[in-house]
């Protein structure tokens, strides 16, 4: 029996990928890399989002900008959604940003649409393998009931203590987004703030597909699956 999780995914997609413009057509963002598994054309969105279900995420947020309609073309004319194996109903919208201007401004953007608190925030081009969902929703619980502080956000990190692309978060992260460029931004204004930011172990390693060296990577860890 599979795991459905009643919490919110805010997928950061909009990225250009300046680094990998050797591996991407025209006007394609880096989430959609072709990523090399044994099944041809698969791109890393596909991949992640394909983990994402299985670990019980049900509901999609999409945070689209550069290559907004490659995305939408890919999810929604996939047959049955090839990121769906098991043919789960999913809730997938799409949070447009008409120019980039940083993946802050992106998220407070997409927070209306947001009907779980809290939620996850995925970064679209980093993957963390061997995550369980369930045990980091209980310590983001377990820390917000010990804080005195009415936001807390959980980083989750691989084993030395780097953040590995998702993050447990509330909806009132949004009071920090603004006069940031990136979420990252806030993060650290939180760290700054005793009790507002915790961490929760989640991974040996991450990776990120933002480089021809990182994609690389990604790609030997899929052809071993």
């Given at each position: 029996m599979m795991i459905e999780l009643p919490y919110y995914a805010v997928v950061l997609c909009g990225g250009k990928g300046t680094r990998l413009v050797e591996r991407l057509s025209p006007g394609v963002p880096k989430c959609m890399a072709d990523v090399g598994t044994t099944v041809a054309g698969v791109t890393f969105i596909e991949f992640l989002m394909t983990e994402l279900v299985r670990l019980g995420v049900r509901s999609f947020i999409l945070c689209i900008g550069h290559g907004q309609?490659?995305?939408?073309?890919?999810?929604?004319?996939?047959?049955?959604?090839?990121?769906?194996?098991?043919?789960?109903?999913?809730?997938?919208?799409?949070?447009?940003?008409?120019?980039?201007?940083?993946?802050?401004?992106?998220?407070?953007?997409?927070l209306p649409l947001v009907r779980s608190n809290p939620f996850l925030l995925v970064n679209g081009d980093t993957y963390c393998p061997g995550v369980d969902l369930e045990m980091a929703f209980e310590h983001h619980r377990e820390a917000?009931?010990?804080?005195?502080?009415s936001l807390v956000v959980t980083l989750l990190t691989d084993n030395q203590d780097r953040h590995c692309g998702l993050a447990v978060c509330q909806l009132s992260l949004g009071a920090y987004l603004h006069n940031h460029?990136?979420?990252?931004?806030?993060?650290?204004?939180?760290?700054?703030?005793?009790g507002m930011l915790v961490t929760f172990p989640a991974c040996e390693r991450f990776y990120d597909i933002g480089s021809p060296k990182g994609l690389e990577e990604f790609k030997r860890l899929c052809l071993s699956y």
């Open positions: 309609e490659a995305i939408r073309r890919h999810v929604f004319e996939s047959p049955g959604h090839s990121f769906n194996p098991k043919r789960q109903v999913l809730r997938i919208s799409f949070s447009e940003d008409p120019e980039p201007l940083g993946t802050a401004p992106a998220l407070l953007r997409a917000r009931l010990s804080s005195r502080e460029i990136n979420v990252e931004e806030a993060f650290s204004v939180l760290w700054r703030k005793r």
